[in-house]
């Protein structure tokens, strides 16, 4: 039995040998949000030690959950990608990230929104989200240097990095915007209070909270 | 920034804080089946080095997602039982057993199924599970040491350690237990074949499997 197996028939167990290292957890939820160079990940990891790195990357490949590869295109960059099997482990990713923001109310001194983590974050509240009828709403969402895309209608709920230069609204959060989404703060008094920062149409807010719904714990004993 | 923090306004990088310790899932997984004594851990874990579970049992106090208690009734033995923080971490652990379960086909030489990775494995198959109308079915399940019990009908499935002495079906998992979870082996042709062994209607493993369900990875190339 290697150091990491821990002897039982069970599927969390399995799960912890191949996700149960530092900095493991994170990595994939980089590599979900697309494939990535190696600096690219070093940029969005910041403290991740460089040899660290590359042993959880030659460690995933190993697992089969990622894949080195050349880039499509003009850039050939080498990049890592997750695999058919990584990606099956949005929901779990998702499940998790709900659980953890659930006593997440303010940053801790110096912590970061990071690009991946926002996707991430807003991917996490699409499990519990509703979209409007009959209209998309394309939005660009700023946290810090971090920036995301979404679009919202007709059943349909998506998440990207990056700007989308024909957003509807764009959304500057600021220390409303947890409580935003997590359904504790109105949207209108978010704006009124310059709490949140939009540009457009302000009601377009509305949907944006209904699409992307990440609750706090109902343990009140823990908030 | 302590040792263990990711300086991430993350969901993720706080659950990875929080639950990235080696054993630390596999202890929460245990505490969700139930209430459990020192002793009781120790016994479900073989291979967990003692001063290891109560460090572990300590950090997870500190986190609020366990509690030490007096057993309720005669028996006042201290127990550690997960607080309702803990207890919201059900799905994503659920999440993470089906994705550990999905490439999981047979156990590696020396691996045990104990009682909570038995119900942890069923609890985890409810999500995809469908019920038979107008009737309850009751079964025992067996599989090594571990024994389990659970309930099927009208819309709600419940899984618990332990046997039920009123079972309709007793099933004795064998080698095709994990197949059959994944939809991927007839009941019929597994009770034929003796890869699992039933006391009661061979029928009545029908609705057992419609209920808990397991799927195999849908990525071809890591089976």
Not at 18 to 38: A, C, E, F, K, N
Not at 75 to 102: C, F, H, K, M, N
Not at 207 to 218: D, G, K, L, Q, S
């Amino acid at each position: 039995m290697s150091k990491r197996e821990y002897g039982q028939f069970c599927g969390l167990a399995r799960a912890s040998e191949m996700l149960g290292q530092r900095w493991t957890l994170l990595i994939l939820r980089d590599l979900l949000v697309g494939p990535r160079t190696y600096s690219e990940l070093v940029a969005g990891l910041p403290g991740i030690p460089s040899n660290l790195l590359a042993t959880r990357l030659k460690e995933l490949e190993e697992s089969g959950l990622i894949v080195r590869e050349a880039r499509s295109g003009m850039d050939r960059s080498i990049v890592y990608a997750v695999t058919g099997r990584g990606s099956e482990l949005q929901p779990a990713l998702d499940a998790l990230s709900r659980w953890g923001a659930a006593d997440m109310h303010e940053p801790r001194e110096g912590e970061i929104v990071t690009e991946a983590s926002l996707v991430s974050a807003l991917r996490s509240g699409i499990e519990n989200g509703t979209t409007p009828e009959g209209t998309t709403i394309r939005y660009t969402i700023r946290a810090g240097a971090a920036v995301a895309q979404a679009s919202v209608g007709d059943g349909s709920i998506a998440v990207a990095p990056g700007e989308n230069p024909d957003a509807d609204l764009v959304i500057t959060a600021g220390p409303g915007f947890r409580d935003l989404l997590a359904g504790a703060l109105d949207p209108q008094a978010a704006v009124d209070q310059g709490l949140v920062t939009v540009e457009g149409d302000p009601g377009l807010l509305v949907p944006f909270v209904n699409a992307f719904v990440v609750p706090y714990t109902a343990d009140t004993a823990s908030r």
